[in-house]
């Protein structure tokens, strides 16, 4: 597709499991971001992948969340043993290059957890 | 401190109404600043960079302030559509992250 895609869109789980969140960037983007917002709350960074460096993960909230880029493309967003304060919208991003200001995002995907 | 710092409005302004947004920044070792569009229920969109001289795009002009630590948006003759939260934008370095505030909500009225 054209732009970056994100499944499930929504996702709805038990306190306790574990739940993974995909995202496909556009073809050729080398820089891939996730970041969270909760309703109403500003967008908080998660995680950033730049081609082979090693990603930033100094926003990830517990060592409950993991992330990894496979062959610099796809990306999955893992959240173990999920808390109903992991309940918001994951939003992935792509941008063609590190130095580019522009991110294209996906649609999300709502979690919310029972 | 947080890194990025925005009013979270609401700003509601009637149609033509000029209404402008200001951010400020902790780090004075960023070096890009960009503002970005979200609509309700929907992901954010670039809508301008701003640059070290100030610049405008059609109703829109972004200025910078490094002295002071802030960037400003204003929207000149607003319009219905407009209404959306901004969200302003830093990244330290080229290579670096992208940090956002928590955006400003602007509503114009008929």
């Known amino acids: 597709g054209a732009g970056v895609s994100q499944s499930p869109s929504n996702k709805v789980t038990e306190k306790g499991k574990d739940v993974e969140l995909r995202c496909d960037p556009i073809?050729?983007?080398?820089?891939l971001y996730w970041y969270r917002q909760s309703l109403g709350q500003g967008l908080e960074f998660l995680i950033y992948?730049?081609?082979?460096?090693?990603?930033?993960k100094s926003g990830l909230p517990s060592d409950r969340f993991s992330a990894e880029r496979t062959g610099g493309s796809v990306s999955t967003l893992t959240i173990q043993r999920t808390q109903q304060e992991d309940s918001a919208v994951y939003l992935c991003?792509?941008?063609?290059?590190?130095?580019?200001?522009?991110?294209?995002f996906g649609e999300g995907s709502r979690l919310t957890v029972l | 401190r947080k890194e990025v710092e925005q009013d979270p409005g609401p700003f509601n302004v009637p149609e033509g109404a000029t209404v402008a947004f200001n951010c400020t920044y902790s780090?004075?070792?960023?070096?890009?600043f960009f503002w970005y569009r979200q609509d309700c229920r929907k992901e954010p969109k670039l809508l301008m960079s701003?640059?070290?001289s100030g610049n405008e795009d059609g109703r829109f002009t972004a200025q910078l302030n490094r002295a002071s630590q802030y960037i400003s948006l204003l929207i000149r003759d607003s319009k219905l559509s407009d209404s959306a939260t901004y969200l302003c934008?830093?990244?330290?370095?080229?290579?670096?992250?992208?940090?956002f505030g928590t955006g400003t909500r602007l509503a114009v009225r008929p």
């Open positions: 991003a792509s941008s063609l290059e590190a130095g580019t200001g522009e991110l294209f």
């Open positions: 073809s050729g983007h080398t820089a």
């Open positions: 992948f730049q081609g082979n460096s090693a990603p930033d």
């Open positions: 780090n004075s070792a960023s070096q890009s």
């Open positions: 701003v640059y070290s």
């Open positions: 934008v830093v990244r330290k370095s080229s290579g670096d992250k992208l940090t």
